[in-house]
């Protein structure tokens, strides 16, 4: 029997925004997972990245607010100067210490999807430079979940993407255009996965926990509670 794989998330850095923008252009509009993005960014910048996202696919892509509920089929992008974390049926967005020198950081979206969906995740390593990500991929890994890396060879930075596979030596490697295509096969299940090899705590975001910023970003809308919001 195969695995439900229904969040999706995504890290990158250096070289990530084109990476990012052909591998969501692949996505189908009918996908039936959450995806949740992370791209190192200066703390300073506007961030366009949703508007490129959306334009470069079919699934819509918004920068969410702290706890909004999310649904399948849309992507949540991390504010500049903010980490994006999961959670159950929601995000939280803090303003938490940086993380390898980054804030949004990669390991604190993998971890917290880690600890709140376990082996329904799938953690994707773009293009990026030095180690970001990788101890939020073992994470993913020891609960169940599965890591996809940017092949490095087809990497415009190769750091991150070899740093991953270091760690998750067991990651799938493939080029960045098959990605998109195994993502879907994966959602629907048509890709059969070994038994997970145990969890993390499920109920517990390990993640940052930073203290909570009075500063929440406003970009993006409130999503209204829906039916899938725990699922």
Known sequence: MSQVRDVIVIGGSAGAVGALLRLV??????????????????????????????????????????????????????????????????VRVERGPPENGCRPA???????????????VVGVVVSGNLRDGSTGAEEIHAAGGMIVVQAPDDSQYPGMPRSTLASVPAATVLPLDSIAGHLAQLVMGSIHSAP??????????????????????TPGKSVGASDDRVR
């Open 196 to 217: 997970s090899r145990g969890s993390a705590n499920l109920t517990t975001v390990v993640a940052t926990r930073p203290a909570r910023s009075s500063s929440i970003p």
């Open 25 to 90: 252009g692949g996505l189908p509009s009918a996908l039936s997972a959450r995806v949740f993005v992370t791209v190192h960014i200066p703390p300073t910048s506007a961030s366009v990245l949703p508007a490129l996202l959306a334009r470069a696919g079919a699934l819509p892509a918004k920068h969410p607010v702290d706890g909004e509920v999310t649904r399948r089929g849309v992507i949540y992008v991390a504010p500049p100067d903010f980490h994006l974390l999961v959670v159950r049926g929601g």
């Open 106 to 120: 990669v390991d604190p979206l993998f971890r917290s999807a880690a600890a709140s969906y376990g082996a329904r």
